[in-house]
């Protein structure tokens, strides 16, 4: 069974402060994404990587950053958490071509106060 | 615009009831048609895929594509309880080494099934 999991379910930070959010994937899976989800939004795509070290922007990076120094960990950073990346924070992998069946961890639900 | 507009419902039926889930996108060069089903309080998973256009059936769920109407569809017969959860679309141009990886997502419909 593929497993992807994230080291918190449930983080409160406060304005300012630096957030990491930790993805971990055992499927030897090549692609790895970090998405939002918002209520009315949908998921949203902040990053992906293709490969360790490799990374590309999704639709919304602005206020994050990523580093892939492993092939089976992908993080998320925040610079300095705003209010309005209060969100739930879902990581997925997936195999280098079969990029439609993507494999989500339980998500990290971040309030930023 | 959306690139993929989804209704959010919620959508509430009686068991038994057959559903029709809808998503609309403009992008005409999305190929694959996902839908993703996500329980609450769990990340999604993937239900079923379409390449292109036509119908795809598993077990009670149908997948729909009209490329020419930038339409999707999945249908459920003889709905039940357990089919209650947040229902996404998903699709993109391609995968492999060419194109966009990642998927773009609606935003989401819930349904609710009754017993």
């Known amino acids: 069974d593929v497993k992807v999991t994230q080291s918190s379910r449930y983080l409160v930070k406060r304005t300012g402060e630096k957030v990491f959010l930790e993805c971990v994937q055992d499927?030897?899976?090549?692609?790895m994404f970090w998405y939002r989800q918002d209520p009315g939004l949908g998921l949203r795509l902040i990053y992906f990587?293709?490969?360790?070290?490799?990374?590309e922007k999704g639709d919304i990076p602005e206020g994050y950053s990523v580093s892939r120094e492993k092939k089976e960990r992908f993080s998320l950073i925040l610079e300095s958490a705003s209010t309005n990346q209060t969100s739930m924070y879902l990581c997925?992998?997936?195999?280098?071509?079969?990029?439609?069946?993507?494999?989500f961890g339980p998500g990290t639900r971040l309030t930023v106060t | 615009q959306k690139e993929v507009e989804q209704d959010p419902g919620p959508l509430s039926v009686p068991e038994g009831a057959i559903v029709s889930l809808n998503c609309t996108y403009s992008?005409?060069?999305?190929?694959?048609f996902m839908w993703y089903r996500q329980y609450s309080r769990k990340g999604p998973e993937l239900l079923m895929y379409?390449?292109?256009?036509g119908n795809k059936e598993d077990g009670r769920f149908t997948a729909q594509v009209d490329k020419s109407s930038k339409y999707i569809s999945l249908f459920i017969r003889d709905s039940q309880p357990s089919d209650s959860a947040t229902y996404l679309c998903?699709?993109?141009?391609?995968?492999?080494?060419?194109?966009?990886?990642?998927?773009?997502f609606g935003s989401g419909t819930r349904l609710q099934v009754q017993p």
């Open positions: 990587s293709y490969d360790v070290k490799m990374k």
């Open positions: 997925a992998s997936s195999t280098r071509d079969l990029v439609y069946e993507q494999y």
């Open positions: 379409t390449y292109s256009s």
């Open positions: 998903a699709m993109t141009p391609r995968g492999g080494d060419t194109g966009r990886r990642a998927l773009t």
């Open positions: 992008n005409s060069a999305f190929q694959y």
């Open positions: 499927m030897d899976h090549e692609n």
